[in-house]
């Protein structure tokens, strides 16, 4: 399983980005993807994740302005952000696991200036 993250920059507080994590070679068999982050200093978090069956879940911080998706067609997780804010600064990782193995991707620096 090979993942490519895509999507992060610089934007300016209040503004959106949307992160991609192309998934090879299919995202149809896993039963996990998630979005982490790691800001300089601290520990890598999770921000948002789909389970197994399907439901969505947010870390609190986020709630209310990113939504994670997937699209089977295109074997891509995307991360939506909205209303971004300095303290969302970091570098964003994609995460899915399969029946065998968890597998990260190569991470995405995501810059918000105040």
């Known amino acids: 399983v090979q993942l490519q993250a895509s999507g992060g920059g610089l934007v300016q507080a209040g503004g959106s980005l949307r992160l991609s994590c192309a998934v090879s070679p299919n995202i149809f068999s896993m039963k996990y993807m998630g979005w982490y982050r790691q800001a300089p200093g601290k520990q890598r978090d999770w921000v948002a994740f789909?389970?197994?069956?399907?439901?969505?879940n947010y870390a609190d911080s986020v709630k209310g302005r990113f939504t994670i998706s997937g699209d089977n067609a295109k074997n891509t997780v995307y991360l939506q952000m909205n209303s971004l804010k300095p303290e969302d600064t970091a570098v964003y990782y994609c995460?899915?696991?399969?029946?065998?193995?968890?597998?990260w991707g190569q991470g995405t620096q995501v810059t918000v200036s105040s």
């Open positions: 789909i389970d197994n069956d399907g439901s969505r």
């Open positions: 995460n899915v696991r399969d029946s065998r193995a968890s597998h």
